[in-house]
Antibody, heavy 122, light 107 residues
Framework: QVQLQESGPGLVKPSETLSLTCTVS????????WFWIRQPPGKGLEWIGQ???????NYNPSLKSRVSILVDTSKNQFYLKLSSVTAADTAIYYC????????????????WGQGTLVTVSS | DIQMTQSPSSLSASVGDRVTITCRAS??????LNWYQQKPGKAPKLLIY???SLQSGVPLRFSGSGSGTDFTLIISSLQPEDFATYYC?????????FGQGTKVDVK
């Protein structure tokens, strides 16, 4: 069974860049789409963007100017970078995988990491 | 963006109750609609995909229906472990978008 684990700093200063890693175990990162999704404390879910193992990306237009998602298939990891953060970016950040291997993405988030809380504060 | 609107935002129910949650899309999304369950401190869990298909391992008391713009999640007989927040999500277009959630708590 595939498992996903987010890692990275829990505290980021305003205007700096948030960087997170999602490590995939129990399966290959190849042949799937991978996602970042966030949830401000006590609020709903927001899709940040996706990456195919080949490197093709698609971002939420609301964040597109600040977000970058990368993949390293040799390490079975993918990454999130969000620049110029503000307090509004404080959230639990989840990485997730498509339910099935398909191209294009089916957008069904079948597997999730446990999430990591990132707080933006000076 | 496709807006997803759930109703109600919260409901109180008892064990054994039949619970119905609705989700409406701002544009037709065919059956590209998924439902998730989230418990406090946990990641969301996929319950139903493609409007009516039960994810592997999900109890049969959960069912989904609908197409176009109107969708329904039904829990036929609420169990203690079902008290949680439920989200719908469209997979018709990008950006993928979620409903605001429906919290099911104890009556």
């Amino acid at each position: 069974q595939v498992q996903l684990q987010e890692s990275g700093p829990g505290l980021v200063k305003p205007s700096e860049t948030l960087s997170l890693t999602c490590t995939v175990s129990g399966g290959s990162i190849n042949s799937y789409y991978w996602f970042w999704i966030r949830q401000p404390p006590g609020k709903g879910l927001e899709w940040i963007g996706q990456i195919h193992y080949s490197g093709t990306t698609n971002y939420n237009p609301s964040l597109k100017s600040r977000v970058s998602i990368l993949v390293d298939t040799s390490k079975n990891q993918f990454y999130l970078k969000l620049s110029s953060v503000t307090a509004a970016d404080t959230a639990i950040y989840y990485c997730a995988r498509d339910r099935l291997s398909a191209n294009p993405s089916i957008g069904e988030f079948g597997f999730w990491g446990q999430g990591t809380l990132v707080t933006v504060s000076s | 963006d496709i807006q997803m609107t759930q109703s109600p935002s919260s409901l109180s129910a008892s064990v054994g109750d039949r619970v119905t949650i609705t989700c409406r899309a701002s544009h037709s999304i065919s059956t590209y609609l998924n439902w998730y369950q989230q418990k406090p401190g946990k990641a969301p869990k996929l319950l139903i995909y493609a409007a009516s298909s039960l994810q592997s391992g999900v109890p049969l008391r959960f069912s989904g229906s609908g197409s176009g713009t109107d969708f329904t999640l039904i829990i036929s007989s609420l169990q203690p472990e079902d008290f949680a927040t439920y989200y719908c999500q469209q997979s018709y277009g990008t950006p993928r978008t979620f409903g605001q959630g429906t919290k099911v708590d104890v009556k």
